[in-house]
């Protein structure tokens, strides 16, 4: 069983910056690949960004590409999303999830533990 807790959300302008954490519990969070998605009301969970059990790989939604980095420190059983140039189609809620699958699991049915949720709101 894995907890997520994520943190960090909160205002900010256009063209900052934001990191996110997730501090997870368990002793096995070093097997499990973490993603980031992200909901806006009304709308289906988002995928935007996922890396692999040891961090050595990541992959990320077109949407996010070369503005989000995603990292891992397995040591402290935390995965971050620094998230830069900031735009306000990027406000909405941002989910943690560790789960089973590959890399390139960008489904949310691919993650069996989520964290229950931050709020992003970038102003114009």
């Known amino acids: 069983q894995v907890q997520l807790v994520e943190s960090g959300g909160g205002l900010v302008l256009a063209g900052g910056s934001l990191r996110l954490s997730c501090a997870a519990s368990?002793?096995?969070?070093?097997?499990?690949?973490c993603g980031w998605f992200r909901q806006a009301p009304g709308k289906e969970r988002e995928f935007v960004a996922a890396?692999?059990?040891?961090?050595?790989?990541?992959y990320y939604a077109d949407s996010v590409k070369g503005r989000f980095t995603i990292s891992r420190d397995n040591a402290k059983n935390t995965v971050y999303l620094q998230m830069n140039s900031l735009k306000p189609e990027d406000t909405t809620v941002y989910y943690c999830a560790a789960g089973s699958g590959g890399i390139y699991a960008s489904v949310p049915n691919s993650y069996e533990y989520w964290g229950q949720g931050t709020q992003v709101t970038v102003s114009s």
């Open positions: 368990g002793r096995t969070f070093s097997t499990y690949t």
């Open positions: 890396i692999s059990r040891s961090g050595g790989y990541t």
